[in-house]
Nanobody, 123 residues
């Protein structure tokens, strides 16, 4: 019920915008998050946003470079990524947590997941 898109190949220093379309989430309000997983590494949180969008939280590694937003009228969330680095290369997944409030840092807190979109940053 989550569909991520917008990934691709970009040079270091470039930008990409990821989108996540949500459907069928059985909650009146839900926290959303972006995670990423690089080959051979564990899944890690990138950003999480409150239901109203007024509170966003970022991993230290992306703070100041990435911006997460959401549009509840369209059931979408976005991740604007700038000043990309080679270490940002990973599969990016969007997720939704139907219980509780932001921030939610742990993958286990999320009960809806998208299939992921590949982001590759070349040097």
């Amino acid at each position: 019920q989550l569909q991520a898109s917008g990934g691709g190949l970009v040079q270091a220093g470039g930008s990409l915008r990821l989108s996540c379309a949500a459907s069928g989430i059985t909650s009146d309000d839900y926290v959303m998050g972006w995670f990423r997983q690089a080959p051979g590494k564990e899944r890690e949180i990138v950003s999480t946003i409150s239901w109203g969008g007024g509170r966003t939280y970022y991993a230290d590694s992306v703070k100041g470079r990435f911006t997460m937003s959401r549009d509840n009228a369209k059931n979408t969330a976005s991740l604007q990524m700038s000043s990309l680095k080679t270490e940002d290369t990973a599969i990016y997944l969007c997720a939704a947590a139907s219980q509780g409030v932001a921030p939610k840092w742990e993958a286990n807190d999320y009960d809806y997941w998208g299939q992921g979109t590949q982001v590759t940053v070349s040097s």
